[in-house]
């Protein structure tokens, strides 16, 4: 068997911010290298390059590590140490149809109750979006997507619904970081966001919930032939017992 590489260390993000616990500063630097790829699926997560890459003790390093283990982000495999979770095509799946069911929901009292001021807002990142593809920013436009889909969530007023969708899609958030560098696939990102933010601002709910299902509706059949071209990013257990049937 080949041995599995260790993460590079060089790549966590350095604690930056001041709220909460060390172990939730630290859980949140590792959980952001885990979802940008950075650290890979299969990747060995030894505690001690971690420590010192941000100066922390084991406790809060051991802490996080837990609490990713939680959320289906790391694996702790006893007497071998701690791996970064291999893709979960179950979990995926499972994260796709919840994140769809609350997405299509937002898309509806947004459009029924949207505000100028929040349209502005909408419109602005529409914008940034096409400066981010002009750039050829992979990463940045990531960033604006995911932030184009948290200020509709935030305009339902409802305080905890964004933080709902991201825990029940994490493994879907993690995939999708795959799929963007594919040639073309941002273009059609934006347009799939346009054809939203125009259905939003004509008031057009029923638009606005096709827009959304269409958009969303790319992601299930891409992640599948990505599973056949990577293969070795997948759950090996899953991959094994699909064979043995």
């Known amino acids: 068997m080949n041995k599995l590489q260790d993460i590079d260390a060089s790549l966590l993000p350095e604690i930056t911010v001041t709220e ?28 001690a390059p971690v420590c010192e890459r941000l100066g922390v003790s084991r406790a809060p390093v051991a802490d996080a590590i837990a609490r990713l283990a939680s959320e289906g982000l790391v694996d702790v495999v006893p007497q071998s140490g701690t791996r970064v979770s291999y893709f979960s095509m179950d979990e995926i799946r499972e994260g796709a149809f919840l994140r769809e069911a609350l997405e299509l929901a937002t898309v509806a009292k947004v459009t029924r109750d949207l505000t100028e001021d929040q349209r502005k807002r ?10 981010l593809i002009e750039d050829d920013d992979v990463p940045g436009f ?14 339902t007023g ?13 493994q ?29 601002s ?14 969303l509706g ?28």
């Open 158 to 170: 409802f305080r905890h619904l964004a933080n709902v969708a991201q825990s029940v899609s994490l």
């Open 20 to 47: 909460g616990s060390l172990a939730q500063r630290v859980h949140h630097s590792l959980k952001t290298a885990i979802l940008a790829l950075d650290f890979p699926p299969g990747a060995n997560l030894r505690k």
């Open 122 to 131: 909408l419109s602005r990142n529409m914008r940034l979006q096409e400066l």
């Open 142 to 155: 990531y960033q604006a997507d995911e932030e184009f889909h948290g200020m509709l969530m935030d305009f």
């Open 172 to 200: 879907v958030s993690r995939a999708r970081m795959l799929l963007l560098p594919t040639p073309g696939r941002i273009a059609e990102t934006l347009a799939e966001h346009k054809a939203i933010f125009d259905a939003i």
């Open 202 to 215: 004509s008031r057009d709910e029923q638009a606005a919930q096709d827009a959304m299902r269409a958009h």
């Open 218 to 245: 790319q992601l299930m059949p891409r992640i599948e032939e990505l599973r056949l071209q990577k293969p070795h990013l997948f759950n090996l257990t899953q991959q094994s017992h699909s064979e043995a049937g």
